[in-house]
């Protein structure tokens, strides 16, 4: 099945590659020219507010699956095995949390930028914290997203590694900036359809050269990677069966709760019932992008039993094992090498176009409007565009950057991680903790974000202990590798590594290099970095919220608190719900909350900052709800209704 030759593109791949290209700017051309012509940043940043479930669906599994999951998933599971499947579990209850708590909480608010919510809730200094962690975020990810597939396909095709970069990232950017968010989201459905295509070509082929997707489960079985019922609670097992399904809820969790770039999709539907709709749409969407991903990696396995591309030195990394597999059962079908790399690229496309749309938001929202509050809507605009185009050059140059980092997946993964962590578990005290002040919140903060990259790096330095199951290179036709192909096990993994210990059920394989004392501190899985983060977090906030003076619980506004007995326990009795809501006053929805008005703004009542209603730590006041025109609501007395 495999040979050490490497096959190149044809001339039929680059014209598939350079029609995805071209379907995609196409799209932000489309949306250039008609509609509002992305006049207004309503329209440019937030589509109007009156998207419909689908497209937004598509668009958030779309940037679920990033170039860095759609190579890294199935090569984890061709390593591993398919305990990654779990994740399904996790992306369930993400949706649960997110449709019942976070997301009322944000769509009552009618916010653009996700970080309003933290200047609401506590102070502007908060903003500029929630804001600066969002960038490190994004701006580093984004690079990593554009820079790891061009390096993994141009090692296994022959595509010009940079020309791949730059393309990318021109054509990303130019139909962002010109399309705005209605040209992400249609052009994030057209990518998901490539990507799917990809991930069902891999499998349906490679299935047929094993002889059947049932000799595949044979084949995953006898090697172990079946076996996915690890039930013990060791947090420094890499994916047992609690790290994936709790651990994973926090890391999607941060994605889907707190994420500017998620958050403002799901905003754009303007509707909460709607958005929740599409939520629910991207869930099912993701438990079968998810099965796929882990379905191609065993599959990939079959294929290659007896004869392992990575240990017969036929490519260097596993992450190069899709693209690799790629040319591999389609190289003599010109056109079909193409569509794959094509369905890779989607994936950055949709990640990277995400990203730039929600930091042009951001940093429009959060500075130039703190700036200059009355700026004209024609100048706002010209800017929030100037800024995606901005942020999309430095994207191009942060994946030049990216090219020093080493194992850019691995990286890619603990950034996302590590800061997603405290950037929920500052949401979260906000959101689920009255007695939160704006002091807790920034202390806790920096604790967690100190707490996540002390352990993230500590764990590149001295890698936790890992057992990968074997991988033969028996039957290579030529074997590269200084591996001898009738290497037994022991041998075969004191060959591959100088620096880990690979532990099985009867016996400890130890390396001959001695690891310090301290590295057992980095032994934590990765998969509960958020979780382990959020806590630090809120946990170090609320002590020091309570050393500073916490803040009165009927002192808050009830719109920025979601009362987890009423989001999570409606059902239960209203005397019960009282004393369980910690004193904070329940949150009445007014009757017309979900309705809109004809020109697309959101429904009857908007929340207004009361100038002298400040909290004693400098937090925002309660709010008064106005009608669409600026006035207090009428009662039936026909009095002016001043408060909420």
């Known amino acids: 099945m495999t040979s050490p030759t490497k096959a190149r593109f044809s001339s039929?791949?680059?014209?598939?590659?350079?029609?995805?290209?071209?379907?995609?700017?196409?799209?932000?051309?489309?949306?250039?020219?008609?509609?509002?012509?992305?006049?207004?940043?309503?329209?440019?940043?937030?589509?109007?507010?009156?998207?419909g479930p689908f497209p937004v669906a598509m668009s958030l599994v779309?940037?679920?699956?990033?170039?860095?999951?759609?190579?890294?998933?199935?090569?984890?599971?061709?390593?591993?095995?398919?305990?990654?499947?779990?994740?399904?579990?996790?992306?369930?209850?993400?949706?649960?949390?997110?449709?019942?708590?976070?997301?009322?909480?944000?769509?009552?608010i009618g916010l653009t930028s996700a970080n309003e919510y933290l200047e609401r809730r506590f102070n502007k200094v908060i903003r500029i914290a929630g804001m600066l962690t969002f960038f490190l975020q994004m701006v580093i990810y984004m690079g990593i997203v554009i820079y790891a597939p061009a390096l993994a396909l141009s090692a296994v095709t022959g595509l010009h590694l940079w020309g791949s970069v730059i393309a990318i990232g021109v054509v990303?950017?130019?139909?962002?900036?010109?399309?705005?968010?209605?040209?992400?989201?249609?052009?994030?459905?057209?990518?998901?359809?490539?990507?799917m295509m990809g991930f069902l070509a891999v499998i349906i082929q490679g299935s047929i050269n094993v002889g059947g997707i049932g000799r595949v489960f044979d084949i995953a079985r006898d090697s172990g990677r079946l076996d996915v019922w690890d039930f013990r609670v060791d947090p420094t097992i890499r994916h047992s069966f609690w790290s994936v399904t709790i651990g994973g809820f926090f890391t999607w969790l941060a994605v889907y709760a707190v994420n500017q770039a998620q958050v403002q999709r799901y905003l754009t539907c303007g509707k909460?019932?709607?958005?929740?709709?599409?939520?629910?749409?991207?869930?099912?969407?993701?438990?079968?992008?998810?099965?796929?991903?882990?379905?191609?990696?065993?599959?990939?396995?079959?294929n290659y039993k007896d004869c392992d591309p990575v240990?017969?030195?036929?490519?260097?990394?596993?992450?190069?094992?899709?693209?690799?597999?790629?040319?591999?059962?389609?190289?003599?079908?010109?056109?079909?090498?193409?569509?794959?790399?094509?369905?890779?690229?989607?994936?950055?496309?949709?990640?990277?176009?995400?990203?730039?749309?929600?930091?042009?938001?951001?940093?429009?929202?959060?500075?130039?409007?703190?700036?200059?509050?009355?700026?004209?809507?024609?100048?706002?605009?010209?800017?929030?565009?100037?800024l995606a185009a901005f942020y999309g050059i430095i994207a191009i140059c942060m994946a030049f950057v990216a090219s020093t980092l080493g194992d850019i997946l691995q990286v890619a993964l603990s950034i996302f991680g590590m800061v997603g962590g405290p950037l929920l578990g500052l949401f979260s005290l906000g959101i689920f903790f009255p007695w939160a002040n704006s002091k807790g919140a920034l202390v806790g903060l920096i604790s967690g974000l100190i707490w996540s990259f002390w352990i993230g790096i500590g764990a590149q330095i001295y890698p936790p202990e890992v057992f990968k199951p074997p991988r033969s290179t028996r039957l290579c036709p030529t074997a590269n590798s200084?591996?001898?192909?009738?290497?037994?096990?022991?041998?075969?993994?004191?060959?591959?590594?100088?620096?880990?210990?690979?532990?099985?059920?009867?016996?400890?394989?130890?390396?001959?290099?001695?690891?310090?004392?301290?590295?057992?501190l980095y032994a934590l899985s990765y998969a509960w970095y958020s979780a382990?983060?959020?806590?630090?977090?809120?946990g170090v906030g609320l002590i020091v919220s309570f050393m500073t003076g916490y803040t009165k619980p009927h002192e808050v506004d009830p719109m920025l608190i979601c009362s987890v007995v009423d989001g999570m326990y409606c059902c239960l009795p209203e005397r019960w719900k009282k004393h369980m809501r910690c004193g904070v006053a329940k949150y009445e929805r007014p009757d017309d909350e979900e309705k809109a008005y004809e020109d697309g703004s959101p429904g009857k009542y908007h929340p207004v900052d009361i100038k002298d209603g400040d909290n004693q730590d400098g937090a925002p006041g309660k709010y008064r709800a106005l009608d669409k025109d600026g006035d207090a609501p009428v009662r039936e007395n026909g009095e002016r209704d001043t408060m909420m």
């Not at 014209?15 to 949306?31: E, K, N, R, T």
């Not at 759609?70 to 949390?97: D, H, K, Q, R």
């Not at 382990?532 to 809120?538: G, R």
Request: net charge negative; charged share 10%.
């Open 12 to 51: 039929a791949d680059y014209g598939v590659f350079a029609a995805m290209l071209s379907v995609s700017a196409g799209i932000g051309v489309f949306f250039a020219l008609t509609g509002g012509r992305q006049k207004t940043t309503r329209e440019f940043l937030m589509a109007d507010r009156s998207m």
């Open 62 to 108: 779309a940037s679920f699956i990033s170039a860095i999951t759609f190579l890294g998933t199935p090569a984890e599971n061709y390593i591993y095995g398919i305990s990654f499947v779990f994740y399904g579990i996790a992306y369930i209850l993400t949706g649960l949390a997110v449709s019942r708590s976070f997301m009322p909480v944000l769509f009552r």
């Open 172 to 195: 990303c950017t130019f139909y962002t900036t010109i399309g705005g968010m209605k040209a992400v989201l249609w052009t994030d459905v057209f990518q998901v359809t490539v990507m």
């Open 272 to 302: 909460e019932r709607v958005a929740q709709k599409a939520l629910l749409l991207a869930i099912i969407g993701m438990l079968v992008v998810v099965c796929c991903a882990c379905l191609a990696g065993i599959v990939m396995y079959a």
């Open 311 to 386: 240990n017969a030195g036929y490519i260097k990394f596993s992450d190069q094992l899709i693209p690799y597999f790629v040319m591999d059962i389609f190289g003599h079908m010109p056109g079909l090498p193409g569509l794959l790399v094509s369905a890779v690229f989607s994936a950055a496309l949709s990640t990277v176009s995400s990203g730039l749309n929600s930091l042009a938001a951001v940093t429009g929202e959060d500075i130039v409007k703190t700036i200059s509050p009355d700026i004209e809507e024609f100048k706002y605009t010209v800017i929030t565009k100037l």
């Open 482 to 520: 200084t591996m001898n192909s009738t290497m037994d096990y022991d041998e075969m993994m004191n060959e591959m590594t100088t620096t880990m210990m690979y532990t099985t059920a009867a016996a400890n394989v130890t390396v001959a290099a001695a690891r310090p004392a301290i590295a057992q």
């Open 532 to 538: 382990a983060a959020w806590m630090v977090t809120w």
